[in-house]
């Protein structure tokens, strides 16, 4: 690139809007916010049934609040909209009181477009009320243990801020139920809490996974492999812990882990790390000596954005590993197979497994939450959710007007602004930005490896991204890596 290009390209980068002019607020007093669309779901994390109640679920959107569903993921409804935050990380349902709900706001996977929280709250009526109970500073909050015997004692694990030191990091319990937290868990300001297990029957043998990362800017993958990361365990219910090393682990480069125990029997744990020898770990006398299973980089790769694994509740030989594909395993990790791709999930995060039905499970993805009563053999909809991330919005000028934005990692959509609901896909993958180039041409950009070019033909309209970076250059060159996105000329159509 010319310096003369690039003098423009940042000009037109760091450019700033004019400032908005005065205008009289009771002009716009009697505009209501109404949901245009389009329902279809978006990246959510955290995810979990209820035991003993089959049609029951619930999934946290990582900037859409908490949903309910009462009929097994036919419709879902929103339960946590009364809040003043929507990124959700964890949530969990007190095994001995089910009315009892304990939600960990902020999202935990580092990512580039990271949303933060402020702390933890609890319902005490199955999600109609909520009440804030602390932890502001913490972010993001990756994992809630509750005592499978008493609903008030809670365990969490807190990351922290994702863009610099905190000391509201780690691991915190309450033994009233968020009344008091006390910090039982802490390495530095650095390093946070990213995944507890209890292990079945006997909770006072809790696992932790401590992990150092940060988010700097102008990067895709965060550097998430510091020194303060490490597996711990405490025998006496969180009070002291040990940190679990050797014996089998590995030891250079360890960055993110997951930790899932085998409830059939509780003295087989499974632990998938992302480190130089990453892979998914398994110890049958629980946790004196490991073994490397697995190095399948299918199950491990990009670890410090997935590193999940959950077992099978009868059978401690079926393991399942969420990554671009839910991967399954049949015999105790060795090799895998995928059992659930696209359409309808890019990237899988977490699996809740019935304690005592294991077909019926609920799996969390870039595209919202999807329920299985099957063992997986089916699954249902993920168009039923109005909580996809959009990177940008922008509006022509036809009447009624259509909408469009730039989901991620479900393409741009189209919709309308009134009247009959519709979507149109415009172009699939990640979408970044999406633009009305002239009054016939819609541009949208899309994510292809890192690099991306957007083209609506002959014209001055590009949208160059490289490295998470966004610049508006001019060029009539078209040299996209995957085929051009559509071009609507007149109304919106379907892609050809």
């Known amino acids: 690139m010319s310096f003369s290009m690039a003098a423009f390209c940042a000009a037109r980068l760091m450019a700033l809007p004019d400032a ?6 009771k002009l716009f007093q009697e505009l209501r916010w109404r949901s245009i669309g389009p329902f279809r779901g978006g990246r959510a994390l955290a995810v979990t049934g209820v035991r003993g109640q089959p049609e029951v679920f619930y999934f946290g959107a990582v900037g859409g609040g908490v949903w309910r569903t009462n009929d097994a993921g036919r ?7 009364s809040q003043s935050i929507a990124s959700i990380g964890a949530i969990a349902v007190a095994p001995s009181n089910p009315q009892i709900l304990y939600v960990g706001t902020g999202e935990a996977d580092m990512r580039s477009d990271i949303s933060y929280g402020n702390g933890m709250y609890k319902s005490n009526d199955g999600g109609k009320t909520w009440t804030h109970i602390g932890l ?39 033994k009233d139920g968020g009344k008091k937290w006390k910090r039982v868990l802490f390495h530095d300001e650095n390093t946070g809490a990213i995944d507890l297990a209890f292990e079945p029957g006997n909770p006072k043998t809790i696992y932790a996974a401590l992990l150092q990362t940060r988010r700097p800017p102008w990067n895709i993958y965060p550097p998430s492999k510091g020194p303060g990361s490490g597996l711990y365990r405490s025998k006496d219910g969180g009070d002291h812990w040990e940190q679990v090393t050797g014996r089998g682990l590995p030891s250079e480069g360890v960055g993110r882990m997951g930790i899932s125990f085998a409830p059939s ?4 744990i499974y632990l998938i790390i992302d480190a130089k020898e990453g892979g998914l770990y398994r110890s049958d006398d629980s946790g004196e000596n490991w073994k490397r299973v697995s190095d399948d980089r299918r199950i491990w790769g990009r670890g410090w954005y997935f590193c999940e694994v959950s077992v099978d509740s009868k059978d401690a030989d079926t393991v399942y590993v969420p990554n671009t594909g839910l991967y399954r395993s049949r015999d105790g990790g060795k090799t895998f197979a995928v059992i659930k791709g696209a359409p309808g999930g890019d990237d899988y995060h977490q699996l809740w497994i019935d304690p005592d039905e294991p077909q019926r499970m ?8 999807v329920v299985t009563r099957n063992g997986g053999e089916t699954w249902s909809s993920w168009f039923n959710q109005p909580t996809g991330q959009f990177y940008h919005v922008a509006t022509d000028n036809r009447f009624p007007y259509w909408v469009y934005g730039a989901q991620q990692d479900s ?9 009959i609901p519709q979507i149109l896909t415009l172009c699939t993958a990640d ?18 490896w890192r690099r991306a070019k957007s083209s609506a033909g002959p014209g001055p309209c590009r949208w160059y991204f490289r490295r998470a970076m966004r610049m508006c250059c ?9 085929p051009p996105t559509a071009v609507i000329p007149g109304k919106p159509s379907a892609p050809t």
């Open 75 to 81: 419709t879902w409804n929103p339960i946590f909209d």
């Open 265 to 268: 029997n509780p003295r087989r």
């Open 474 to 482: 001019i060029s009539a060159r078209n040299s996209c890596f995957a």
């Open 431 to 448: 979408s970044f930005r999406a633009r009305i180039c002239a009054p016939s041409k819609i541009c949208t950009s899309r994510q292809v």
């Open 411 to 419: 393409g741009a959509a189209a919709m309308p602004s009134r009247g």
């Open 136 to 174: 502001e500073d913490s972010r993001q909050i990756a994992r809630i243990l509750v005592d499978p015997r008493d609903p008030e004692k809670v365990l969490v694990a807190a990351l922290g801020h994702a863009y610099g030191p905190n000391p509201e990091r780690g691991v915190f319990y309450s």
């Open 20 to 25: 908005p002019s005065n205008f009289d607020p």
């Open 362 to 369: 609920i799996l969390s993805s870039d595209q919202g939450a």
